[in-house]
């Protein structure tokens, strides 16, 4: 099944403790992305890529990080979570014009 | 840069009555539009998209949406809601040159009995 694949779920942390949220697919696509959804404000690009180590800055990149050694993985680092950080985190995973392929999402709460 | 704007952020509605869910756009080159499905405590789901061709697109579940250039909207419409609509229902526009997809805040579709 073609799927983009996240984890956790959910976590709850700590201020200041370092954190990495887990992104595969298995659909062999070139670009990924990461977004945060924040009621009110939709859905907010973070950070992509088009191919491995190839990254770039999205709409709200600080505070993160983000690697692609390898093209089926993306995770996303917190290096210092700030509560400001507590959100609703999607994956995401595409082919050029074809619309986004979604993760289940990840609930962070950061207190 | 492209943007969307998604007119209404509350829609409720009765079962059985119609509903419209208004996007616009903005762009100054050609545009893939988009329309996702979020039901409560899941992730986001393909509704239906405009690539090219038709204007008129439609998803399996009876949701239809109109691409119209001259008034850069994207408006979504289903003649008769089920219960099981509920949802926050999220309008996104790429062009076609970049990947990037740019979302609207979202409408939340309640439908009551």
């Known amino acids: 099944e073609a799927q983009v694949t996240q984890n956790p779920r959910y976590l709850i942390t700590v201020t200041g403790k370092k954190l990495t949220v887990t992104c595969s697919q298995n659909m062999n696509h070139e670009y990924m992305s990461w977004y945060r959804q924040d009621p009110g404000l939709g859905l907010r690009q973070i950070y992509y890529?088009?191919?491995?180590?190839?990254?770039d800055k999205g709409d709200v990149p600080e505070g993160y990080k983000v690697s692609r050694k390898e093209k089926r993985n993306f995770p996303l680092i917190l290096e210092s979570p700030s509560p400001n950080q507590t959100s609703l985190y999607f994956c995401a995973s595409s082919l050029p014009g074809g619309g986004y392929t979604f993760g289940s999402g990840t609930r962070l709460t950061v207190v | 840069a492209q943007s969307v704007t998604q007119l209404d952020s509350q829609v409720p509605v009765f079962e059985e009555a119609p509903v419209e869910l208004r996007c616009n756009y903005s762009?100054?080159?050609?545009?893939?539009l988009f329309w996702y499905v979020q039901y409560p405590n899941q992730g986001l789901q393909l509704l239906l998209k405009y690539l090219s061709g038709s204007t008129l697109v439609e998803s399996i579940n009876g949701f239809e949406a109109e691409f119209n250039k001259s008034q850069t909207s994207f408006h979504l419409r289903k003649p008769s809601v089920h219960i099981s609509d509920t949802a926050e229902y999220f309008c996104a526009v790429s062009t076609f040159n970049d990947y990037k997809l740019s979302f609207g805040a979202g409408t939340t579709v309640t439908v009551r009995a």
């Open positions: 762009s100054s080159v050609s545009v893939y």
């Open positions: 890529s088009m191919n491995v180590e190839v990254t």
